[in-house]
């Protein structure tokens, strides 16, 4: 079977990453349309207990590739075990996570055909012509809406938790077993290692998390945020820049790169909420967030917006906090 | 030892972009300043030139408005800065505009940022890599050489605190993450020397690229570009500081 859409899975060996099950909503949406097939082609080693989850995937196809020079993910070897598929293939659109790894294969599969790539996209939709995709521009605050001609295959990669369907339907693909044939030049990516740093301080345990970003401009403006999170008892996180900057330690760092946090208060200060920064923060049961643009995009997840200056409102907060701190010790003193 | 580090001007407090009227790009108004990534790639590269003698050439493909960061370049210490004049969106355009700056120059490295604040699509880079035939690895955190000056040895992120740790072969394109290496401070003297010295530019035609050759890797338009829809399940709280700071910590202290 050669189906006009194959999209390239996403996994940890054993489960699915979620990515990929956006990526499947989007190629059975685009295939009812255009009438077109849908095929996904996972690869690594080992991965039969894998496959067999994926048994009533909503595609028509599985291509499998296991072997064990797939063991580590290295993009000079994932590229071209990948472009190996295509010649058998031959798809008209490729469907990818905009992942650490979907961005490498991505990028190097489109310039392998020639293709047209187009990246961190949140919608496509199919024209006579082509494809119209949507997606962040200016730093996430705006959306832009393009018109890509179709070439003889193009590429676009999609966001985490882009799915244009609640819920998939249930179909019973036919597997495929392909062979990579080994090597012929020698890897010059060579994996050596993998590590996970350990922390410190674990600020997923914290109830209340104050976060602060590139809007609070200077280190030295640092202390007062410091003082709020101890007025209300929690901890502070930051954004990426911060710990970029060196202001505080990598373990405050929440996101994509950093840790995921689900709090049950997450006050965000000064940050403007890019998609890596949200990823890490949006399961928070109560998001407040003070930013000066009204159109940062960190409001299109807070429960409370409040558009500031960060710097006229914190001390008004420290105040507050200590004060219903003394009153909840008061109350707390009375009642004993 | 050659470094060629590739470097984007892009505009901070955009108000109202729009489509150009071609359809070939963004119209932006402000002040164009060095991506964030980029500022740290350049600084790596600084560094390996520190240790190593490197010599370190600064690329960006951009019109007259993006310029002002090659000078910065320079006043950090960049040996030589070019600008490729075209007013480019496009990542599949920019990077096969890059790809044929770099096949004029020799290098044993090339760094790019992670991604862009305005276009976002962390593509630039690795494609790049890809049409020029050497090895890639995107969201570096650290590196230095082994084996002699032979190989390069890499720190990558993978995500939620996962590194890869790898060896890769000379030439390699490497897209630099944030924070790997403390930014320095650039002084005024030196950039206002850089300014007066000004930098080159380069036209596509002096890259051997036809307006025609242009126009067949023309795929796309922008058609559109509207600000984000308010949440409409978003409550905005305003009134004077002291106002709000009671109603926040009143919504905090009941979740908490
Ligand atoms: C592969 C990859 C992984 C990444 N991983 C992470 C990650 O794990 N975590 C992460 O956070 N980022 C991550 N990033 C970076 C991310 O893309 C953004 O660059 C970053 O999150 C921006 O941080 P920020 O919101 O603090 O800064 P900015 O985007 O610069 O926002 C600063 C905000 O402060 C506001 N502001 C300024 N002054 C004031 C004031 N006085 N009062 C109120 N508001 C003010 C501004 O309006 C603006 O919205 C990653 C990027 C890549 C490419
Ligand atoms: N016009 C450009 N000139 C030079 N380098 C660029 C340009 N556009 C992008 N880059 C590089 O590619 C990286 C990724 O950009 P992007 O694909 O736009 O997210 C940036 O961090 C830069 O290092």
Wanted: hydrophobic share 40%.
């Amino acid at each position: 079977m050669e189906p006009e859409i194959l999209i390239v899975a996403e996994h940890n060996g054993s489960e699915l990453d979620p990515i990929t099950f956006d990526l499947i909503a989007w190629g059975s949406q685009i295939a009812s349309e255009k009438n077109w097939k849908v095929g996904v082609l996972v690869l690594g080693f080992q991965v039969n207990g894998l496959l067999e989850t994926m048994r009533r995937s909503a595609v028509d196809v599985i291509f499998a590739l296991d072997d064990p020079v797939l063991q580590d993910y290295n993009s000079c070897v994932y590229v071209q075990a990948v472009a190996r598929t295509l010649m058998k293939t031959a798809p008209r659109l490729i469907l990818l996570g905009h992942t650490y790894l979907g961005i490498e294969i991505s990028g190097g599969l489109a310039a392998k055909l020639d293709a047209t790539l187009w990246s961190n996209c949140l919608a496509i939709k199919p024209t006579p012509g082509g494809f119209l995709v949507t997606r962040p521009v200016s730093g996430g605050a705006f959306l832009s809406t393009l018109e890509i001609e179709s070439g003889a295959c193009n590429v676009i990669s999609l966001q985490r938790g882009s799915s244009p369907l609640k819920e998939l339907p249930i179909k019973f693909p036919e597997v495929i077993g392909l062979s990579v044939p080994p090597e012929s030049d020698p890897a010059r990516i060579k994996v050596t290692g993998e590590t996970k740093p350990s922390f410190a301080e674990d600020i997923t345990k914290a109830d209340l998390l104050v976060a602060v970003g590139r809007g609070i401009g200077q280190q030295s403006r640092l202390p007062p945020f410091l003082d709020l999170a101890q007025a209300l008892g929690g901890a502070i996180a930051a954004s990426r820049p911060i710990v970029d900057m060196g202001w505080l330690s990598v373990d405050h760092q929440v996101g994509l790169s950093g840790v995921t946090v689900r709090p049950k208060v997450y006050l965000a200060c000064g940050i403007s909420g890019s998609a890596q920064h949200v990823a890490g923060m949006r399961d928070s049961r109560l998001i407040i967030a003070i930013n000066e643009d009204p159109s940062a995009p960190i409001f299109q997840i807070a429960h409370y917006g409040i558009v500031g200056d960060i710097f006229e409102i914190v001390p008004a907060l420290i105040n507050e906090a200590r004060r219903s701190a003394d009153r909840q010790e008061k109350s707390g003193g009375t009642t004993n | 030892m050659n470094i060629v580090v590739c470097l984007k001007a892009v505009p901070t407090n955009v108000k109202d972009p729009v489509p150009k009227s071609d359809g070939a790009g963004i119209l932006t108004e402000g002040d164009c300043f060095m991506n964030a990534s980029d500022d740290y790639a350049l600084e790596q590269a600084l560094l390996l030139k520190k240790d190593f003698g490197t010599r370190v050439t600064a690329v960006t493909v951009g019109s007259v408005r993006s310029q002002d960061i090659l000078h910065v370049s320079l006043a950090k210490g960049a040996d030589e800065a070019i600008r490729v004049d075209a007013d480019e969106f496009d990542p599949n355009i920019v990077s096969f505009i890059l790809s044929r700056a770099l096949r004029d120059l020799s290098y044993d490295l090339i760094l790019t940022g992670v991604e862009s604040s305005d276009g976002m699509s962390s593509q630039v880079g690795i494609s790049l890599g890809a049409q020029l035939g050497l090895p890639y690895v995107y969201a570096v955190t650290k590196m230095a050489f082994g084996n002699g000056e032979d190989r390069l040895l890499v720190t990558r992120e993978l995500g939620g605190g996962r590194y890869q740790t790898l060896e890769v072969d000379k030439p390699a394109l490497l897209c630099v993450q944030s924070g790997i290496a403390p930014l320095t401070y650039t002084p005024p003297v030196k950039l206002i020397h850089a300014r007066r010295k000004g930098v080159p530019s380069r036209s596509l035609s002096d890259l051997g690229i036809t307006g025609e050759e242009l126009a067949r890797r023309r795929k796309t338009k922008v058609i559109e570009i509207k600000p984000l829809e308010k949440n409409s399940s978003t409550q905005w709280l305003s009134g004077n500081p002291e106002q709000l700071a009671r109603v926040i910590i009143d919504k905090i202290s009941k979740a908490l």
